[in-house]
C-alpha cells in the first residue's frame, strides 16, 4: 500500500466510448503525474499537475484529457481511443516537483 | 534528451545470490530513482539516490553522479525479489519535471 489508489483496476472500452481514470493519493503530496507503460516500451510520462496547476504535458494526443479537482485527486478523462492506446496507465504523487514518486497500482486499458 | 541504459535487460537468479544492476546516464542528473515492479504491475519507489550511498535492508544503491552511473545491489535474493527493477533520472539542463525511465532489468528468482 503506497498511499495512492487508482480505480478502476480494469477497463475494456470500445473506440467510441468515453471513460475516466481516477487516482486518489493520501499522502498530503502537491504534485501528480500520469504515466502510460505500453508492453517493451519504457514508462511514459503523460502530465504533470502541481498545486492543482498543469505543469507539463509531454505531447499527448487530445483523446487524453486531464483533470485536478484538488491536490489530493487526479482524474484522466478518455475519448475516442485507439487499439494502441491499450496499456497500463500509472498515477504518481510526490511531495514536491523532483522528490521521490509514490505509485498507484495502475489501470490496466484494453480499448477493442 | 538524455539516455538511461539499464543492464543486464534480464538476470536469473537462485534464492540467496546477490546481484548487481547498473544504470548508465548521457547527462548529469539532479533526480535518479531506482523502482520494482512486481508482477502484478505495482511500482514501489526502492531509493531517491541522485548522489551518493544508501542502504535499505538487503538493497543498496550507489550513484557517482560525476561517472554517470548508479548500481543496485541486491544481497541474499528472494523469491519475492523478482519483478523489473526501473531507474529513473531526471536532468537539470530539461524543463519540467519529467523523470526518464530505463527500460528496466527483469529479475527472476528461483526457489
Known amino acids: 500500500e503506497t498511499g495512492v489508489t487508482q480505480t478502476p483496476r480494469h477497463l475494456v472500452m470500445g473506440m467510441t466510448n468515453k471513460k475516466s481514470l481516477k487516482c486518489e493519493q493520501h499522502?498530503?503530496?502537491?504534485?501528480m503525474y500520469w504515466y502510460k507503460q505500453s508492453a517493451k516500451k519504457p514508462l511514459e510520462l503523460m502530465f504533470v499537475?502541481?498545486?492543482?496547476?498543469?505543469?507539463e504535458n509531454n505531447s499527448v494526443p487530445s483523446r487524453f484529457s486531464p483533470e485536478c479537482p484538488n491536490s489530493s485527486h487526479l482524474f484522466l478523462h478518455l475519448h475516442t481511443l485507439q487499439p494502441e492506446d491499450s496499456a497500463l496507465y500509472l498515477c504518481?504523487?510526490?511531495?514536491?516537483?523532483?522528490?521521490?514518486?509514490?505509485f498507484g497500482p495502475g489501470t490496466r486499458l484494453l480499448v477493442l | 534528451g538524455i539516455q538511461v541504459e539499464q543492464s543486464p535487460p534480464d538476470l536469473i537468479l537462485q534464492e540467496g545470490a546477490n546481484s548487481t544492476l547498473r544504470c548508465n546516464f548521457s547527462?548529469?542528473?539532479?533526480?535518479l530513482q531506482w523502482f520494482h515492479q512486481n508482477p502484478w504491475g505495482q511500482l514501489i519507489n526502492l531509493f531517491y539516490?541522485?548522489?551518493g550511498t544508501k542502504q535499505n535492508g538487503r538493497l543498496s544503491a550507489t550513484t557517482v553522479a560525476t561517472e554517470r552511473y548508479s548500481l543496485l545491489y541486491i544481497s541474499s535474493s528472494q523469491t519475492t525479489d523478482s519483478g523489473v527493477y526501473f531507474c529513473?533520472?531526471?536532468?537539470?539542463?530539461?524543463?519540467?519535471?519529467?523523470?526518464?525511465f530505463g527500460k528496466g532489468t527483469t529479475l527472476s528468482v528461483s526457489s
Open positions: 499522502l498530503g503530496h502537491n504534485a
Open positions: 504518481a504523487s510526490s511531495q514536491e516537483e523532483r522528490e521521490t514518486q509514490y
Open positions: 539516490i541522485p548522489s
Open positions: 547527462d548529469s542528473v539532479n533526480n
Open positions: 529513473a533520472v531526471g536532468n537539470p539542463n530539461q524543463a519540467g519535471t519529467a523523470l526518464i
Open positions: 499537475y502541481s498545486l492543482e496547476e498543469r505543469v
